[in-house]
């Protein structure tokens, strides 16, 4: 079942939890550490959310999907900088593979995500009218001799 709103996306959600806790990790950081990495790594980390938010609100499917790559591109920066932090002693090597390991799972939600946005499209691409009953018959009654004379006038 689809979400019916932003708050039911469990990847968003999955999202939050992760950025809510770097958020407080990296605010108890000394002020180099968090004006650097930590400021990259909390804006990179927010996006993801904020892409997925932007997605979900947008009306056209390609606008739906171009957000939803935004936000998987902001989840691979943030594994990056997830990296340079344990390279650099800010995270213990195990919470990085932790935070590694649950990115990963909502790398794989967003993919679904976007597999179902592109399944709609494809279901969305048929129209289909009405059949229409054409009459060939007494088409003497339509226009008088008149009317067609002053037609091929014009």
């Known amino acids: 079942?689809?979400?019916?709103?932003?708050?039911?996306?469990d990847v968003l959600n999955a999202v939050?939890?992760?950025?809510d806790d770097i958020w407080k990790q990296v605010t108890k950081w000394n002020t180099f550490e968090r004006d650097t990495v930590g400021g990259q790594l909390?804006?990179?980390v927010?996006?993801?959310?904020?892409?997925?938010?932007?997605?979900?609100?947008?009306?056209?499917?390609g606008e739906k999907l171009r957000f939803l790559y935004y936000a998987r591109g902001s989840l691979?920066?943030?594994?990056?900088?997830?990296?340079?932090?344990s390279a650099r002693g800010l995270f213990p090597e195990?919470?990085?593979?932790?935070?590694?390991?649950?990115?990963?799972?909502?790398?794989?939600?967003?993919?679904?995500?976007?597999?179902?946005?592109?399944?709609?499209?494809q279901q969305n691409k048929k129209i289909r009218e009405d059949k229409v009953e054409y009459v060939?018959?007494?088409?003497d009654s339509l226009f008088s001799n008149e009317d067609l004379k002053s037609l091929s006038n014009l």
């Open 46 to 61: 927010d996006s993801i959310g904020a892409n997925i938010a932007e997605s979900f609100g947008r009306y056209h499917f």
């Open 42 to 44: 909390a804006r990179a």
């Open 16 to 19: 939050e939890v992760i950025a």
């Open 1 to 9: 079942m689809m979400a019916t709103s932003l708050e039911e996306l």
């Open 94 to 121: 195990t919470q990085a593979k932790d935070y590694a390991t649950q990115l990963t799972t909502i790398a794989r939600q967003l993919n679904s995500f976007a597999k179902s946005i592109k399944t709609q499209q």
């Open 76 to 85: 691979y920066e943030t594994k990056y900088w997830i990296n340079r932090c």
């Open 136 to 139: 060939t018959e007494n088409t």
